[in-house]
């Protein structure tokens, strides 16, 4: 076990070592965590998808909601690792057909999310997955668009998070999964 424990701690640096810092991106005084480095390590990524995929196989997820764009590039990828469905949530005006939106605060801005109608059904266990958790915001915008369709969130997970978010906290009453504490 102790093997385990020391290999999964060097995959743990690896993945947060592979992530760049971006001062001032995209405004002054954001520490942009750019996740790009990481995906060019095809091992430190599938490492970071193994992570979650062995939280994730045997918890009952039926789909996996990934927020634009970096969380569907985690997200897809352990949808179809899982067996779940992908639901992409995105930006205003890029989803066609009839949708569901929420907007919501930044840390920066506001904005808002959408998804279409239709691509929940009652009572669906959904995992809501993006790359980065600041404030909750987000996460929160599309918790709602899950629950507006009747779908259940059993949790949120992101590859990124602030010290809070570490540990056992929740969100809504929903519980935080974060891999790797954000760099600064």
């Known amino acids: 076990m102790i093997e385990e424990e020391n290999g999964a701690d060097a995959r743990l640096q690896a993945i947060s070592a592979a992530i760049r810092v971006v001062p001032h991106f995209p405004k002054p005084g954001i520490m942009f965590n750019d996740i790009t480095p990481l995906l060019l390590r095809p091992k430190v990524f599938k490492d970071a998808v193994e992570f979650f995929v062995d939280r994730y196989s045997s918890m009952g997820i039926s789909a996996v909601a990934g927020i634009e764009a ?7 990828s352990l949808a ?21 939106s929420e907007a919501y605060e930044l840390e920066y801005g506001k904005d808002c999310l959408e998804m279409h109608v239709g691509a929940v059904q009652p009572r669906e266990r959904v995992l809501i997955f993006d790359d980065l958790i600041a404030t909750g915001g987000t996460l929160c915008a599309a918790m709602k668009l899950i629950e507006k369709a009747g779908g259940e969130v059993v949790e949120f997970a992101c590859l990124i998070g602030s ?10 009453g929903k519980p935080v999964y974060v891999l790797v504490e954000c760099r600064r």
């Open 70 to 76: 970096r969380g569907f590039i985690f997200g897809s």
């Open 80 to 100: 179809l690792a899982i067996g779940a469905k992908f639901i992409p949530l995105q930006k205003p005006k890029k989803l066609p057909g009839e949708v569901f």
């Open 163 to 172: 010290p809070k978010f570490k540990g056992r906290y929740r969100l809504n």
